[in-house]
């Protein structure tokens, strides 16, 4: 069964440093997500790509954060200079087209430690 | 404001039996999807269930049912005969916006006792 998959699956990093968190969504899909869940609480959406251009974007996503589809199969989240609230699980999603019954699929996350 | 809530921070049931998390949620959109997932101390996020706003039966995945209350605005997780392995975080969800971004609620941790 084809899944999103993220790399790596764990990062550690000092605070200032950029970061790169690599996902490769499943092929046939056209959405593609970014999310991050901050230890112990909830998930939150930072950014929807779509056609090769973000589509939504949360306040959460300023302009430390950019995302890239550089070749077709990955899609990437970069931070540019690492603060310590940046530390959290950052989970990759696609989906293949809108509407019902499209279920949106979660990698397995990357946890990205600041120190 | 909140969009999905989740008023059981924590439950404890014992084993073999069923049990019920409960979700609100507040949309204005006449079209709209309710999610469940499980996330195990593992982290990932799995996903059990799926509800549509025109879908007049209740969605049912194995032991997962959604008892889905349209004029309640609720749309709360039932897990019939429950195992050790059901132990987890669960997260209740919404999808919404052009690109039906999934928002989530604040989750419930379910122990299952044995």
């Known amino acids: 069964e084809p899944e999103v998959t993220q790399t790596p699956s764990h990062q550690v990093t000092q605070m200032g440093q950029e970061v790169i968190l690599r996902c490769v969504p499943i092929?046939?899909?056209?959405?593609f997500y970014w999310y991050r869940q901050i230890l112990g609480q909830k998930v939150e959406f930072l950014v929807s790509?779509?056609?090769?251009?973000?589509?939504?974007k949360s306040e959460i996503f300023d302009d430390q954060f950019s995302v890239e589809r550089p070749d077709g199969s990955n899609f990437t989240l970069k931070i540019r200079s690492t603060k310590l609230e940046d530390s959290a699980m950052y989970f990759c999603?696609?989906?293949?087209?809108?509407?019902?019954?499209?279920?949106?699929?979660f990698g397995p996350g990357t946890r990205l430690t600041v120190l | 404001a909140q969009k999905i809530t989740q008023t059981q921070p924590g439950m404890f049931v014992q084993e073999k039996e069923a049990v019920t998390l409960d979700c609100t949620y507040d949309?204005?959109?006449?079209?709209?999807?309710l999610f469940w997932y499980k996330q195990p101390s593992s982290g990932e996020m799995i996903f059990l269930i799926y509800?549509?706003?025109?879908?007049?039966q209740n969605a049912t995945e194995g032991r997962y049912s959604l008892n889905f209350q349209k004029a309640r605005k609720s749309a709360n997780l039932v897990i019939s005969a429950s195992q050790l392995g059901d132990s987890a975080m669960y997260f209740c969800?919404?999808?919404?916006?052009?690109?039906?971004?999934?928002?989530f609620g604040k989750g419930t941790r379910l122990h299952i006792l044995p």
């Open positions: 949309t204005s959109d006449q079209s709209y999807g």
């Open positions: 092929s046939n899909h056209l959405y």
């Open positions: 999603a696609s989906r293949r087209q809108r509407g019902e019954d499209n279920e949106q699929f």
């Open positions: 509800q549509g706003s025109y879908d007049e």
């Open positions: 969800a919404m999808r919404e916006g052009r690109d039906d971004k999934i928002i």
């Open positions: 790509f779509y056609n090769n251009e973000i589509s939504e």
